[in-house]
């Protein structure tokens, strides 16, 4: 069994804790990069969350390869409220300090008035700061595919072997200020964006996708 640490990495506009489990890799496990896992940066993808929760108790009978973080709800707000947004009416996922934050804004994707100027966003950073995770992996819905950014192009594709989803280098869309965009593109770090259906029953996503998340927070390098 994995040793489960809980911790609240931050609270959202109306001060809901964000909560985040780290996982410890077992003693005889090979030395890798940490991993960051996180679900529901927007409020309406909320089976994300149900999914990495799904992991979480998982990894405790079935201890990850390395260790792991997951934060199954970054955006508590929107999820309650069933918004993509946060409480401020902001989309998360596109106020990451990235320097195309603010560039090509379309309308319903506001990147707040700077840069992670959202204590939802701010927790995120922080979190990967202390623990100096290279491999992200972000939960979203509703599309089916693995899209990487930065070194995440072999990562993407052992996933997509796995899950049935389609490796693709870009959403077909500009994502300015987006994780990706700053942790990948801009860090160079190893970024994988899970796209995973919502109209679906709960479990399908989970069955179809849980080798795929093993398999990132195991055995590849």
């Not at 593109?185 to 919502?198: A, D, S």
Request: hydrophobic fraction near 40%; aromatic fraction near 8%.
């Amino acid at each position: 069994m994995s040793e489960r640490h809980q911790l609240v990495i931050g609270r959202s506009v109306l001060g809901r804790p964000i909560e985040a489990l780290g996982f410890d890799a077992p003693g005889y496990a090979q030395p890798r990069p940490p991993a960051l896992l996180f679900g529901a940066i927007h409020g309406d993808e909320a089976v994300t969350q149900l999914m990495l929760e799904r992991l979480a108790d998982e990894l405790v009978e079935r201890p990850p390869g390395r260790e792991t973080w997951i934060v199954p709800c970054v955006n508590p707000d929107g999820v309650l409220a069933g918004t993509r947004d946060n409480a401020n009416g902001v989309d998360l996922n596109r106020n990451f300090a990235s320097t195309t934050w603010g560039t090509e804004r379309r309308p319903g994707y506001h990147p707040g008035q700077a840069a992670e100027d959202q204590p939802e966003t701010k927790a995120i950073v922080e979190l990967i700061e202390r623990i100096g995770c290279a491999r992200l992996i972000a939960l979203h819905a509703t599309y089916r595919m693995v899209n990487w950014d930065g070194v995440g192009e072999t990562l993407a594709r052992e996933m997509a072997e796995r899950c049935g989803y389609p490796p693709e280098a870009s959403m077909g869309y500009p994502t300015p200020g987006s994780f990706g965009c700053k942790y990948g593109v801009e860090r160079g770090l190893e970024v994988i964006t899970l796209e995973v259906p919502y109209l679906d029953v709960d479990e399908q996503a989970w069955v179809e996708c849980r080798a795929a998340l093993r398999w990132a927070v195991d055995l590849p390098t």
